[in-house]
């Protein structure tokens, strides 16, 4: 059946929930994938005592799954037009519902990276993809495909928003392992919800698949983050591993460069990197959720390692985020018709970097619990208020043909951005964690230096973005 929609007079209650039936499985799809990169932040202290490890361990697990999602996020998208959508939709899920099952059961650091880092992150990576892909091809007005894709991000952020508290309040009422069966079991759902999607567009096993485009693109982001996990603890490797990775990243480029000189299809299109204002849109995207992800684990460990609040107490401050995403996320629909793309992600970034500014401020004349509400609910506001319109204005910039592949490169630069706010903010805190407040001031300063980043970026869109 055609989910395009009939004229407004002419729309049917059948085609409303057909609508629906479709964008839910994916919807919770991405919910839980983003839930997954936050809810150990509130986890912290209870995973390291026990599994007897530390916080840098965790923090290595949580960036590790973040990152093998960014680095396989590209390859997996053209993965989809070997395999089909619908496979490695369902592959993914599996992959995911048996790390989330490793992950409740380790016994110590070493499954659990396998558990969440590995297998989760593979999951993800394969399932993330079908998501938006399926959304552009099943929702051929331009509409309908803007709320599918607005519904579907926007859970992304709702999820990755209210991971803290939903993880505290399953880690303190029963305990952190508990919190990976119900990432199982919110998969198991998905599983069921989505047994009537119908893949539109059938495999094709013969489209040709650029390996060593994929392993040069996976080692240098690989090694890129890793050198910046090692900061603060072995500059040596820190400075190694970035030279290395910012070589394999010049030869991906490179190669890819060769291999479409030669007439060959490569892994990523490099026309996709001359569209201007898909370029400023990509750093946005990158920067909001370097942001989310970056203020939402420096916030946690502060909260658990030095102020000692438990897993539940740092959920319930977190709350104040989620009901800021929650917020704008639902409003953003209404807003896009009154104000341009360009003005709600500049409204974002200024509200986001207020809320940063008042974390700072706040935390050093109170120790109270409300004095992180103001803060956290602006930032909550400006991140939900900005992510769809920068997905749209990345979607919006290229033809209908390159959807599924700009669409892998959207979901790889976001997941990046995850993976380097957790890696950057996160050693600072935790390289100086003994200096309590201190290192606090310093991670959240240099999360609002990105953010002037990204606003800098938002003010060079245009001011109305056409559909190419």
Not at 419 to 448: D, E, N, P
Request: glycine share 10%; charged share 10%; proline share 4%.
């Amino acid at each position: 059946m055609s989910t395009t929609p009939p004229p407004p007079r002419l729309a049917t209650a059948s085609w409303v929930h057909a609508a629906r039936a479709f964008i839910v499985p994916l919807a919770l799809a991405q919910f839980i994938c983003s839930f997954a990169g936050s809810n150990m932040n509130v986890m912290i202290a209870d995973i390291s005592d026990d599994l007897d490890t530390t916080v840098k361990g965790v923090q290595t697990a949580i960036t590790l799954f973040l990152l093998i999602m960014a680095i396989l996020m590209i390859p997996c998208s053209k993965l989809t037009d070997r395999w089909g959508r619908k496979r490695c939709f369902n592959l993914g899920l599996t992959l995911y519902g048996i790390g989330a099952l490793l992950s409740a059961v380790a016994p110590g650091l070493g499954v659990l990276i396998l558990g969440n880092s590995v297998f989760e992150g593979v999951g993800t990576a394969l399932l993330i993809p079908p998501v938006y892909i399926l959304a552009t091809l099943w929702f051929d007005d331009m509409t309908s495909r803007a709320s599918a894709c607005g519904a579907i991000s926007g859970m992304g952020g709702v999820g990755a928003a209210a991971g803290p508290l939903i993880g505290g309040l399953i880690t303190s009422g029963i305990s952190w392992r508990a919190a990976f069966v119900f990432q199982a079991a919110v998969v198991a759902l998905i599983v069921v919800l989505s047994r009537g999607l119908v893949d539109p567009v059938p495999a094709d096993p013969t489209r040709p698949f650029d390996a060593v485009g994929a392993v040069l693109s996976a080692v240098g982001m690989f090694f890129v983050v890793f050198g910046i996990l090692q900061a603060g603890t072995n500059n040596i490797l820190f400075a190694v591993c970035l030279a290395v990775g910012l070589a394999f990243l010049i030869a991906f480029y490179l190669y890819i460069r060769s291999r479409e000189r030669a007439g060959k299809e490569a892994l990523l299109s490099t026309g996709l990197f001359k569209n201007r204002t898909s370029d400023i849109a990509l750093v946005t995207q990158n920067m909001q959720w370097l942001l989310l992800m970056g203020v939402s684990f420096v916030v946690s460990v502060f909260l658990q390692e030095v102020r000692g609040y438990s897993a539940i107490g740092t959920g319930v401050v977190f709350t104040a985020a989620t009901v800021g995403v929650l917020v704008s996320s639902f409003a953003a629909q209404r807003l896009a018709k009154k104000f341009s793309q360009r003005t709600l992600i500049v409204a974002g970034f200024v509200t986001t970097l207020i809320g940063i500014g008042l974390l700072l401020g706040f935390v050093h004349h109170s120790s109270r619990v409300v004095a992180f509400v103001p803060g956290l609910l602006l930032i909550g506001l400006g991140l939900g208020v900005m992510l769809t319109p920068s997905v749209n204005v990345v979607q919006s910039s290229f033809p209908e043909s390159l959807q599924g592949e700009i669409s892998g490169l959207s979901r790889a630069v976001s997941n990046l951005g995850s993976s380097f706010g957790t890696a950057i903010a996160g050693t600072i805190l935790v390289s100086v964690v003994a200096l309590g407040t201190r290192s606090y001031a310093v991670a959240m300063i240099v999360l609002g230096v990105f953010g002037l980043i990204g606003l800098g970026a938002a003010l060079f869109l245009p001011a109305k973005v056409e559909r190419a």
